[in-house]
């Protein structure tokens, strides 16, 4: 009530009173005591007097003016009546006013207090104060120090970081021309580093500490250089951070506990397990850090030391932190163990595992799913099977890699029932089979040869969405390459009834398959499904169905083989019907039609296929006794250059026939051409070498000297080689029946028994004497 009373004198007696916030004046005689107060009661009447107004001397303290007298205001009744302005009146005119009409300026002291009370969490009328006691003559730069830190307290947050940067950059403006004022603006300065860096602003933080440096500011602090090297790591960029870690080593910082937990795991992560490894040993060793290294680190190091095998180092510290306390996660004790398992070292990380059981350690899904697979790709299937069904007993749901990887491993080991198990168990967990588990299926199925089941699985493959017509080909890929053709046909049967096709590659391998084993009944509709989907019969398909007729001994095989020949459309087949008709109805002599027909013949890319070729037409001509049409082919060939090095002349010394890379019928055919060509040379040139060879290797040796022996010829049969003096050739191709050899055909046993009695009882009918060669015109010289 007594205040209540003073305040309407005081009212009454200074009524145009006005607020003065002045700079305090520190005075050890206070001013005396000027005019009285009185005191009044309700009635109006007058209690007591007494002085109630103390003069102040303007720019020497708080003050209210109540009139004309100054009266004195405490530092917070000060602060907070400007803190109420700061709040009523947004930044603008409207403060400005106010604030440049106080008589005097407030203290730095009474700023403070009044920011510090202001709400922190809105900094605009903190920023105010701030702004408007910048622009004041008063607020020196080197006192400014601690408004700016108050102020930047303010603003955590991404959404503040354009009053950040306006601040540090003022900073920053201040110390350029004075070092010395930048020194005591670092704490501000560290601090709008280490705000910007908290908000994730990467690039602005980064721009602001590449500033200081630049401009020469040595007094970071080691939680600057935290904060910077924690951005770095959550942006992903550990390189930058090393960066940022090495230029703190060359700083006047001391790395603190925050710095190792950020470093130690990230340079093993980042591969730099020896770095790691050093500053981990630095960080035990220093004085100053009474506490023991964190789990973090250990975890980290444990786990990324295992991965990089570095078993003994990795199981040390695993050791080293169980001594300290540390009971291991999951997750440690799975990168232990994985470790472990990578190494090859299986025996002991079940060892561990077993262990960890005993101790209570319940291993979680990760662990069980590693093991599982780490034993099956191993080849432990049972206990893979084993730790398999004690995942699914703990309430683990398998991966449909765990699962993928059981089916894999027990189809690679020929186990049908233990695969198909573990794939009806994938089933009915609802997982959906993979690409690789249905192949891996189906190719166990193919080798055991098990067709239904394997049917089943394709379909269900289909119908899960996956392409089955690679799967379905290889399948039968199988059964060819086997010998299985009846389960290669059946399959094929399987394949067409679902709708699946194979290419034309497998097609013409079935089909040669059945024609190996004599199925040409099979083979005739996938000759004529491989012509019908424009497949191409080459030579080398055409020469080896030609082949099996050479080799072919029914009668009914031959009439089968020779359709299929048919349904080929090659040229070659045109050729062969035309070569074993006669002259009126080919209209031109054999040797004529012949050079025709390997005159159309594309050497550069069918040259080995056009060899093959006469190799199995000369067969086929010898065994059907059409000696002059085999003869006629092998001119051909051997003028078209298709057997270069077949005939060598040596002038007078050595003539040479090499038979080694020919058939059998090639062979007797070119052997007969060939010594009738020396003939002529010898006979009717006088030309005789020293020696003449057969080189038949040993394949031939046995079918060209037998072939001779039964003319007496005066070859020598050696290991791989047939070779006589060429005047004893020469003796020997007077021989009537030589000649007979050599212009007709290979002569039957008759033949050669009448060449025996003919030797043994000489005759002089005339058409004996007619098979005697004339003389040469040089010899009669």
Known sequence: MLRLLRSRHLSSVFPNRTLLLCKPYSTTTPPPWT???DYLDESGSVISTSPGARPVIPSQDSTILAGSVPLPVSHPIAAARLA?????????????????????????????????????????????????ARRQNWCEPRQSEPLFNLVLQRLK?????????????????????????????????????????????????????KKLK?????????????????????????????????????????????????????????GRLDSALKLFGDMKLREDNKSRPCFGIYSSLVDCLGKAGRLDAATGLYKEMQNLGYKPTNATNASIIEALVKAGKLDAGMELWEEMKRVGFRPNYSLYTMMVEANAKSGKLDAAASLFNEMEKAGFFPTPATYACLIEMHSAAGQVEPAMRAYGSMLNAGVRPGLG?????????????????????????????????????????????????????????FMDSAGIRTNNFIIRQLFESC??????????????????????????????????????????NERAIMEILSITNHKAHEFLCDLFTGPEQRKKPVLTFVREFFQGIDYESEENAARYFVNVLLNYLVLMGQMNRARCVWKVAYESKL???????????????????????????????????????????????????????????????????????????????????????????????????????????????????????????????????????????
């Open 214 to 270: 630049d401009h020469g500011f040595t007094h970071f602090t080691t939680q600057t250089f935290n904060s910077m090297i924690t951005l770095f790591l959550t942006k992903g960029l550990p390189y930058k951070a090393f960066e940022i870690y090495e230029s703190m080593e060359t700083s006047q910082c001391t790395l603190d506990s925050e710095t190792y937990e950020l470093m130690v795991p990230a340079l093993a992560k980042s």
């Open 437 to 493: 588990t249905f192949t891996s299926l189906l190719t166990l199925l193919a080798k055991k040869k098990m067709v239904d089941l394997a049917a089943k699985i394709l379909l269900e493959m289909k119908a899960s969405g996956f392409p089955v017509e690679v799967n379905a080909s290889d399948m039968l890929m199988v059964y060819i390459k086997d010998g299985s053709t009846e389960l290669a046909l059946k399959w094929l049967r």
């Open 515 to 556: 024609m190996k084993t004599g199925m040409y009944e099979s083979a005739r509709p996938l000759l004529e499904a491989y012509v019908g989907s424009t497949g191409k019969v080459d030579w080398i398909l055409y020469t080896s169905i030609l082949a099996h007729l050479v080799r072919c001994q029914l009668e009914a």
């Open 35 to 37: 005019e009285t107060v």
């Open 84 to 132: 109420s302005l700061a709040l009523r009146h947004p930044w603008g005119p409207d403060l400005l006013s106010r604030l440049d009409s106080l008589p005097s300026p407030p203290s730095l002291s009474v700023l403070l207090i009044s920011i510090s009370s202001l709400p922190s969490s809105d900094p605009t009328p903190s920023l105010s104060l701030f702004k408007w």
């Open 157 to 209: 947050g991404s959404e503040h970081s354009e009053h950040v940067l306006n601040l540090f950059d003022e900073m920053l403006s201040l110390g350029e021309k004075d070092q010395e004022l930048l020194s005591n603006l670092s704490p501000s300065l560290n601090l709008a580093v280490q705000l910007l860096a908290s908000a994730s602003l990467l690039e602005l933080s980064f721009a602001c500490f």
């Open 643 to 781: 057997f270069p090095k077949a005939i060598v002349f040596d002038q007078h010394i050595a003539w040479s026939l090499d038979v080694r890379n020919l058939s059998v019928g090639a062979a007797l055919v070119s052997v007969v051409h060939t010594l009738h060509r020396f003939r002529k040379r010898m006979l009717y040139y006088g030309v005789v070498p020293r020696r003449i060879k057969l080189v038949t290797g040993p394949t031939l040796k046995m079918v060209v000297a037998q072939v001779l022996e039964s003319l007496e010829s005066p070859f020598e049969v050696s290991k791989v080689v047939l070779r006589a003096p060429g005047d004893a050739v020469l003796e020997w191709f007077k021989k009537p029946i030589v000649q007979q050899f050599l212009l007709n055909e290979i002569p039957s046993k008759g033949d050669v028994l009448m060449h025996r009695l003919n030797v043994l009882f000489p005759s002089s009918a005339p058409e004996v004497r007619a098979l005697s060669p004339p003389k040469p015109f040089s010899m009669g010289k």
